[in-house]
């Protein structure tokens, strides 16, 4: 008898196993708080909205509207990102410009764009940079800082504000480019 009751509590042990790992991990995701129902979230590759926490499971929606049911453990165990963990965020923007453009006349165009958009924090301030000497553009980067819930407005706004500009402006945006050279070897 003993050995069956013994028998049996290893056998609910390992059957229960996960449930408690899960469990352990709800209770330090509530303990700590890394993020809270209504976050948007990056956690063990789901991205999403949280829409309800229990001490085995979390659940988010992610933003094609699929509902993500996702253990504890494969969140505790792993990275948590809270994208509206913070009141304001840096959107990183790159663009390019040809060779021969202006590069004083894109970055005074790229300055202003960040300045003139209304969504864009003056404190701190927008950051416009020659960032690289790339294979076929140079390369700036544009860093504005906005209230995380503008950030998607003012990506999108910025980057079509900045072809429209220098679509206006003479400033050529250019793409990958091959030259290739064939040799005639048969005279």
């Keep these: 008898v003993l050995a069956l009751i013994g028998a049996t509590g290893v056998i609910i042990s390992f059957a229960l196993q996960d449930t408690l ?3 352990a991990s ?9 993020f809270d129902v209504d976050d948007w979230v990056d956690v063990s590759g789901v991205v999403g909205k949280v829409k309800s926490m229990t001490l085995v499971t979390t659940t988010i929606m992610t933003p094609d509207n699929k509902l993500m049911i996702v253990p504890n453990n494969s969140i505790w165990g792993n990275i948590i990102t ?8 840096r959107v ?3 663009f390019g410009i040809g060779y021969e453009a202006d590069i004083d006349k894109a970055q005074k ?8 958009h209304k ?3 003056k404190d701190p301030e927008p950051a416009v940079h020659l960032h690289e ?6 390369k700036f980067i544009c860093r504005p800082w906005v209230k995380t819930a503008d950030y998607w407005t003012v990506f999108w706004d910025i980057t079509r504000e900045v072809k ?3 679509d206006k402006e003479g400033i050529s945006i250019p793409f990958p480019q091959r030259d290739v050279h064939l040799y005639d070897h048969s005279s």
């Design 21 to 23: 790992s899960n469990f």
């Design 92 to 94: 990183d923007l790159e």
């Design 26 to 34: 709800g209770l330090m995701i509530l303990f700590y708080k890394p």
């Design 119 to 121: 969504l864009v924090l």
């Design 164 to 166: 429209l500009r220098f």
């Design 109 to 116: 165009v790229l300055n202003e764009i960040m300045a003139e």
């Design 82 to 89: 809270n994208v509206t963990g913070s009141s304001e965020r």
């Design 133 to 138: 000497l790339a294979d076929s553009s140079v």
